[in-house]
């Protein structure tokens, strides 16, 4: 079986049917498109949970004057309660699973509001007495800070222990949905992909049967007849996600991700290095699916 032969017969059979082949070619490039977005936003979430649990911290709110009796009976802290605490946060049990700890005074958190405070005119309703004074703490490892909440929830003079992840887990839901959407849609379109080169190839067999017919009276093999429809299918998947991959290297090219970075504050956004990491991968699953497609569809409508 000879390599040019082969090849000559493969570029026939796109020129016969060049729809068709431009068909697989479109609805390849779309396909893999989604599974390409679907890739690199798990990456990007991935970098999101990297960049902001690093950052997150534990606050420790002590209880004030105006705190309520369900969390603070005794009302607010007492110095002794405040040291102990500090004892505590200092001790092995707790100061092992801790970086750093910083003590925030009720004037240094009213100072703080009236920084990061747009609207200046509220802040003569305010004043210290009425915010709480807290203890900020920075892990070594943020998947520890179950254990320190439990160690420090209910102790004297505590009102409430907060785990600063919890705030982003509405943004991590919605880039979670995004994904399951995306790879749904991808899903539906690979399985379009696959069902249309099955077609095609199909197709383009039978307009060739008198061809095939010929073929096997010269005692060509059904390897032979078969595999030019197969490189046919794999031509057209491997332009199609080359076209995908190009797409989304074209479009993380043009993105200015330090400014986009720095202003939405979601750390490292995914970069052309990621594209070209996944590329085998999106390779590979179309690939498969086009040579899967055209045996099937070339066993069952040339061999028999």
């Not at 000879?2 to 396909?31: C, D």
């Not at 509001?113 to 490892?141: C, G, H, M, V």
Request: aromatic residues 8%; contains cysteine.
């Amino acid at each position: 079986m000879k390599p040019l032969f082969i090849a000559k017969e493969t570029w026939a059979g796109v020129r016969a049917n060049p729809g068709m082949f431009l068909s697989i070619v479109l609805v390849t490039f779309v396909s893999m498109s989604f599974v390409a977005a679907t890739a690199l936003l798990q990456l990007q979430l991935a970098n999101f949970k990297d960049f902001w649990f690093e950052r997150s911290q534990v606050v420790v709110y002590l209880c004030n004057d105006l705190s309520g009796e369900l969390s603070c009976p005794t009302g607010g802290a007492t110095d002794a309660q405040v040291q102990e605490l500090r004892s505590q946060l200092a001790s092995p049990a707790i100061a092992d699973y801790l970086s750093s700890v910083r003590f925030e005074s009720q004037e240094q958190a009213f100072a703080r509001l009236k920084e990061t405070k747009t609207a200046t005119d509220e802040l003569q309703y305010i004043t210290p007495e009425q915010l709480n004074a807290s203890f900020w703490l920075q892990l070594r490892d943020p998947e520890n800070a179950a254990i320190v909440v439990e160690s420090l929830e209910g102790q004297p003079g505590v009102a409430e222990v907060q785990d600063q992840r919890g705030f982003f887990d509405p943004i991590i839901s919605i880039l979670n949905n995004a994904t399951l959407l995306s790879g749904s849609i991808a899903s539906v379109m690979l399985l379009s992909a696959a069902l249309l080169t099955t077609t095609t190839i199909r197709l383009s067999a039978f307009t060739r049967r008198r061809e095939i017919s010929i073929k096997r009276l010269v005692g060509a093999s059904s390897f032979s007849i078969q595999l030019p429809f197969i490189l046919e299918g794999l031509l057209a998947a491997l332009l199609g996600t080359g076209l995908s991959v190009a797409l989304a290297y074209a479009t993380l090219d043009r993105v200015d991700r330090g400014a986009l970075s720095s202003e939405l504050s979601i750390g490292e956004l995914v970069t052309v290095a990621d594209v070209i990491s996944v590329t085998p991968q999106l390779l590979q699953i179309s690939l498969s699916i086009a040579l899967v497609a055209s045996v099937v569809s070339t066993v069952r409508h040339i061999r028999t």
